[in-house]
């Protein structure tokens, strides 16, 4: 059992940054390859950015590619996400996840196995 608990949202004008943080609980974090998504008002929930178990790996989606930056620190059981020029699209709620099989990440929600709670993320225009 994997508890999975973000932080770090909030509002940000266009242009800006933040930085999302998840914490977990469990002694074997690094046996999970870890993910973020999102999910907009009136819209399924998304693929942003993924990382295998060792840190070693990393998927991005298009929409986020050269603006968002996962990285893991298993010492610490945290995954992070830093978001950099943020646009008014960005604007969601922002979960973390936790998938088997750590050397795969994956794009599908319903191929992670834990969620947090979620975070909102606005950007304003």
């Known amino acids: 059992q994997v508890q999975l608990v973000e932080s770090g949202g909030g509002l940000v004008q266009a242009g800006g940054s933040l930085r999302l943080s998840c914490a977990a609980s469990?002694?074997?974090?690094?046996?999970?390859?870890m993910g973020w998504f999102r999910q907009a008002p009136g819209k399924e929930r998304e693929f942003v950015v993924a990382?295998?178990?060792?840190?070693?790996?990393?998927y991005s989606a298009d929409s986020v590619k050269g603006r968002f930056t996962i990285s893991r620190d298993n010492a610490k059981n945290t995954v992070s996400l830093q978001m950099n020029s943020l646009k008014p699209e960005d604007t969601a709620v922002y979960y973390c996840?936790?998938?088997?099989?750590?050397?795969?990440?994956?794009?599908?929600?319903?191929?992670?196995?834990?969620w947090g709670q979620g975070t909102q993320v606005t950007v304003s225009s």
């Open positions: 990382i295998t178990g060792r840190g070693t790996h990393t």
């Open positions: 469990g002694r074997t974090f690094s046996s999970y390859a």
């Open positions: 996840a936790a998938k088997s099989a750590a050397g795969l990440v994956s794009v599908f929600p319903k191929e992670y196995d834990y």
